[in-house]
C-alpha cells in the first residue's frame, strides 16, 4: 500500500514537498516513481529512483526543477517540487514495482503499485 501526501495550492515560484510512504517492508528493493494527470491528458511520468543505487529519472519537463530522493528506514520517497509552474497543476501518483527496466521506467503500465494520488495546483 503507498500513501501520498504533500500536495496543495501554490502560486508560480513556489515549492512543494510530497511525500509517499510505503507498508511493505521490502520497500527498500522497490524502484519507486511519481506520474502525474492532469485533467483531460494521461497520465504522464515525472521521476523515478532506483532501488539498488537510487540512481534517479526525470522527465524533461522536470529536469532542474524536481528533485527525487529516498529513506528506506522510513519506507518513503520524496519528491521536492520547486519553481513550479501553473503546467505542473495535476494530481500526483506514487507508484512502486520490484523490477523495472530503464527503458520501461516512463510507461505508467510498467508499473504495479499505485497510490491514491495528491492535488498539486500552481497558480500564476
Known amino acids: 500500500q503507498l500513501q501520498a501526501s504533500g500536495g496543495g495550492s501554490v502560486q508560480a515560484g513556489g515549492s512543494l514537498r510530497l511525500s509517499c510512504t510505503a507498508s511493505?517492508?521490502?520497500?527498500?528493493?522497490?524502484?519507486m516513481s511519481w506520474f502525474r494527470q492532469a485533467p483531460g491528458k494521461e497520465r504522464e511520468f515525472v521521476s523515478a529512483?532506483?532501488?539498488?543505487?537510487?540512481?534517479?529519472f526525470y522527465a524533461d519537463s522536470v529536469k532542474g526543477r524536481f528533485s527525487i530522493s529516498r529513506d528506506n528506514a522510513k519506507k518513503t520517497v520524496f519528491l521536492q517540487m520547486n519553481s513550479l509552474k501553473p503546467e505542473d497543476t495535476a494530481v500526483y501518483y506514487c507508484?512502486?514495482?520490484?523490477?523495472?527496466?530503464?527503458?520501461?521506467?516512463?510507461?505508467?503500465?510498467?508499473?504495479?503499485?499505485w497510490g491514491q494520488g495528491t492535488q498539486v495546483t500552481v497558480s500564476s
Open positions: 511493505a517492508d521490502s520497500f527498500r528493493s522497490y524502484v
Open positions: 507508484a512502486a514495482d520490484r523490477q523495472i527496466i530503464n527503458s520501461a521506467i516512463s510507461r505508467p503500465d510498467s508499473w504495479d503499485y
Open positions: 529512483i532506483k532501488s539498488s543505487d537510487s540512481r534517479p
